[in-house]
């Protein structure tokens, strides 16, 4: 979480929301008829603390990533830039390592918001097993979430390669936010920040879809569970 302008943390909360929040508890107390759930509200959250006051610090992907494994995390959602502007750097190596050597862990990371005027190589991350995702509009936000944001960052890679991967809405995006109590308030926000929870809520279910055995008679098999692969998980996304 950063330190924003409602002077608490609310980034992170905000992007986690998108995940995993849930709108109630799902007991008699509390019901509500709108769709205002993350995408996969009953999955548990890991939070690895790699900011400090000037920003982000990452630690290597080993450090980070094992201890997710370690809860059990297998899908990581990063909303926050990491690259230098569409080149292939050490952070997204190590992160390409990473995902190589452990083939059931997928990783996801926002794009970045430098689009705006149609910027190509604007790109923020351009790792290779990473899921990068731009952002689309949203439902009912001017032309709706088939077309693009016009912050969102985008491709190719200096390299040559399409980049990114995947676009999710990330226009007008309410989700989770801290409030004076000790309850959740809403908060509406825009960036990749944004939709690359979005995908990242996405990968779990599908995750959660071969290991509940659900392929590929579409019923829940005992038989048929497996862990999926990190690149089986982004093949189906893709």
């Given at each position: 979480?950063?330190?924003?302008?409602?002077?608490g943390?609310?980034?992170?909360t905000h992007?986690?929301?998108?995940?995993?929040?849930?709108a109630?508890s799902?007991?008699?107390?509390?019901?509500s008829?709108s769709?205002q759930?993350?995408n996969?509200?009953?999955?548990?959250?890991?939070?690895?603390?790699?900011?400090?006051?000037?920003?982000?610090?990452?630690?290597?992907a080993?450090?980070?990533?094992?201890i997710?494994?370690?809860?059990?995390?297998y899908?990581?959602?990063?909303?926050?830039?990491?690259g230098s502007?569409?080149y292939?750097?050490?952070?997204e190596?190590?992160?390409?390592r990473?995902q190589?050597?452990?083939?059931?862990?997928?990783a996801?990371?926002?794009?970045g918001?430098?689009?705006?005027?149609?910027?190509?190589?604007?790109?923020?991350?351009?790792?290779?097993?990473?899921?990068?995702?731009?952002a689309s509009?949203?439902?009912?936000?001017g032309?709706?979430?088939?077309?693009?944001?016009?912050f969102s960052?985008?491709?190719?890679?200096?390299?040559?390669?399409?980049?990114?991967?995947?676009?999710?809405?990330?226009?007008?995006i309410k989700?989770?936010?801290?409030?004076?109590s000790?309850?959740?308030?809403?908060?509406?926000n825009?960036?990749?920040?944004?939709?690359?929870?979005g995908?990242?809520g996405?990968?779990?279910?599908?995750?959660?879809y071969?290991?509940?055995g659900?392929?590929?008679?579409?019923?829940r098999?005992k038989?048929?569970?497996?862990?999926?692969?990190?690149?089986?998980?982004?093949?189906v996304i893709?």
């Open positions: 979480d950063k330190l924003g302008i409602l002077g943390d609310f980034h992170g992007c986690s929301g998108t995940i995993a929040g849930k109630c799902y007991d008699d107390s509390c019901f008829s769709n759930d993350g996969a509200p009953e999955a548990k959250l890991a939070v690895y603390d790699c900011g400090n006051n000037s920003g982000v610090s990452p630690d290597s080993t450090k980070m990533f094992t997710g494994i370690k809860a059990k995390a899908v990581h959602s990063a909303s926050w830039v990491g502007n569409r292939y750097s050490y952070l190596r190590d992160w390409d990473f190589y050597s452990n083939q059931h862990y997928q996801v990371m926002a794009a918001n430098s689009g705006r005027g149609d910027t190509a190589m604007s790109l923020r991350n351009a790792g290779k097993n990473t899921i990068v995702v731009c509009r949203n439902k009912d936000d032309m709706g979430e088939s077309y693009i944001a016009d960052s985008m491709g190719p890679t200096h390299d040559g390669r399409i980049k990114p991967d995947i676009c999710a809405p990330g226009k007008n989700s989770a936010v801290n409030s004076s000790r309850q959740c308030d809403t908060y509406t825009s960036g990749t920040s944004m939709a690359c929870p995908v990242a996405a990968a779990l279910l599908v995750r959660q071969f290991m509940d659900f392929y590929p008679s579409g019923t098999q038989v048929d569970r497996f862990t999926p692969s990190g690149s089986l998980i982004k093949a893709l």
